[in-house]
């Protein structure tokens, strides 16, 4: 089955640090553009970061310095590591990943046009 699974959500004090998981099946993700979107409840969803292995990495500016994409191949899994947790970043968090689309146009598509895109782990900062 086909599929990305997010994992590593939960409660975390301001301050905090979470690494957010993203697991793929019946595909192999070292092949793919692959990023992050968080949507805030009631908000519409926005870019965290997207990243190739050739093509570069980006960030959305609210979480530059705080949040890193990382992937392992092996594991075929994409990571989110997010430091210094602040209440604005409770959202829920959504992985995604295509095949053709570097990673500056992957962070601008709407989710219609990703190749595949998780469920979504939530995250929630609060003291």
């Known amino acids: 089955q086909v599929q990305l699974v997010e994992s590593g959500g939960g409660f975390v004090q301001p301050g905090g640090s979470l690494r957010l998981s993203c697991r793929a099946s019946?595909?192999?993700?070292?092949?793919?553009?692959v990023g992050w979107f968080r949507q805030v409840s009631g908000k519409g969803r926005e870019r965290v970061s997207c990243s190739s292995s050739d093509r570069g990495t980006n960030y959305a500016d609210a979480v530059k310095g705080r949040y890193t994409i990382s992937r392992d191949n092996a594991k075929n899994t994409v990571y989110l590591q997010i430091n210094n947790l602040k209440p604005e970043d409770t959202a829920d968090y959504y992985c995604?990943?295509?095949?053709?689309?570097?990673?500056?146009?992957?962070?601008?598509?709407?989710?219609?046009?990703?190749?595949?895109w998780g469920r979504g782990t939530r995250v929630i900062v609060s003291s």
């Open positions: 019946g595909f192999t993700l070292a092949n793919y553009t």
């Open positions: 995604v990943a295509d095949q053709d689309y570097t990673p500056h146009v992957l962070c601008g598509m709407k989710f219609a046009g990703i190749d595949y």
